[in-house]
């Protein structure tokens, strides 16, 4: 008989996520995801003029800040057919490839790296093997058995305070928790070292965009003016300032990020056997260097993977029927056509007013609605979305970059391509992409440096501002490559105001709940086979769930203070 386990809150995400898993003979045989948070920021847009909604929507996430501003303006500029100058498109590369090195270095230390690295073993580490270790790996100067012998002290003190603060909640001792003693104390410095650098990274946020979170956007463009000779705007010492900013984050994820991802990762290669999936990946695409119109000159190149099959990728249309979202199983109305119907998001609805069964409960009831996420699916297939999925689909588009940068990880990790389809997989991906994106927003930075020079000042096109020219009905659509994997936002205007507005999420192609035809997403798919030594301290699920980086705010689009309840809790 199985043994259904509860998780919930799964901690050191963004938002609330609850995993129910059916456990037999130590491995999980079925698994289900929930969100008990409720949405409502699709419909908040409703009625709002269309050049105010990024403010609303960014609001969405303070994680991945911005991409949900970038997704809704260039949703309008769509609609309106506004074309933004070249200088307008760099500065929202180089604020996403900040957002971009931030996040994913965040992610691997402060919500990921405690699944692998057990703080408290670190405590009996000899600090000249750490750094050792830590000089024959990397040329970071912070590498003296002083310094590790200082961070050591650091630790005893909060245990000897009985008060681990950052590190009260984890699975110390586990036996699944495999790294020698010396690289354990790497990771807890870096972890901390890592809290510090994140600090400075936001400032490029700051400069280009006024603050972090939640920067300005501007249909059209962007709000900061370049007037290299004046005190104010982005003048010539602010930009100098992004530029070192840019350049210490490259340093720090080449120096730091990389070098740690794969001496960890060289302990974990039995991880590139289990977390597999449902083995479809999807990527937008991103990064635009010669306009955001034609995605075949993007950085991250869009298409999908059917099967782990790189050898054929298919193309993505945001326009036509082949997305689509169901409500099957989410805490929402079915749409009036039924419970098997899905909706393209133009055509969606969010309908919170549901008054069927909702928590609380002992466990989900997984054969009615168990989630206010959606269920979104490409041509009626579950998709993955994310670094894995960007990094597979440029691979399969033969982009010799990204090819490059995958076999070298292999290479060094010494494991077979299909390792690439798993949670180790994702973990690696995420670090590959990082150092890829923090080459190109170096470009994105020459670029605009370069475009100044030559006399272009233009960060905004307002030819369209006034409402007056739109069309009285209008339709549009926006993309980005989130963090998380594919964002886009659907808008339709009429009379200058927006009539209807959908999100379709990273985290909610990752984390829905099943289609009509039973079919699993990839939270659930990745679950199925992943050993569990010990069900009450089920760190494997957390290794596998945090590979995807959940983000439970974006995949519902607002929190909600009745839809925070907690049941059963086995709080990791
Ligand atoms: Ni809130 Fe997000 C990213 C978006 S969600 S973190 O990245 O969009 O999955
Ligand atoms: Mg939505």
Redesign the pocket.
Known sequence: MANRIVVDPITRI?GHLRIEAEIKDGKIVDAFSSSTMVRGLENIVKGRDPRDVWAFVQR??G??TT??AISSVRAVEDALGIAVPPNAEMVRNIMEGALYMH?HAVHFYHLHALDWVDVVNALSADPNETSKIAQSISNWPKSSPGYFSDIQKRIQKFVDSGQLGIFANGYWGHPQMKLPAAVNLLGVAHYLEALEWQKEIVKVHTILGGKNPHPNYLVGGMACAINENSTGGLNAERLAHVGKLLKEGKNFIEQVYIPDLLAIASFYKDWGGIGKGVGNYMSYGDFPVNGYGDPSNFKFPQGVILNRDLSKVHDVDHRNGDIEEFVNNSWYDNYKEGAETGRHPWEGETNINYSGPQPPYEHLDVEQKYSFVKTPRWKGQAMEVGPLARLLVGYGRGNKEIQDAVNGALKHLDVPVEALFSTLGRTAARGIESQLVANWTMEFYDQLLLNIKNGDTRMANMEMWDPAKWPAEAKGVGFTE????G?AHWIKIKDGKTENYQQV???TWNASPRDPKGQRSPYESALLGTPVADPNLPLEIIRTVHSFDP?L???VHLYDEHGNHISRVTNV
């Open positions: 963004e969405t996430c994680v991945c991409v949900h996040d989130a963090p998380r994997g964002l999420v990273p985290t983000c705010a974006c995949a």
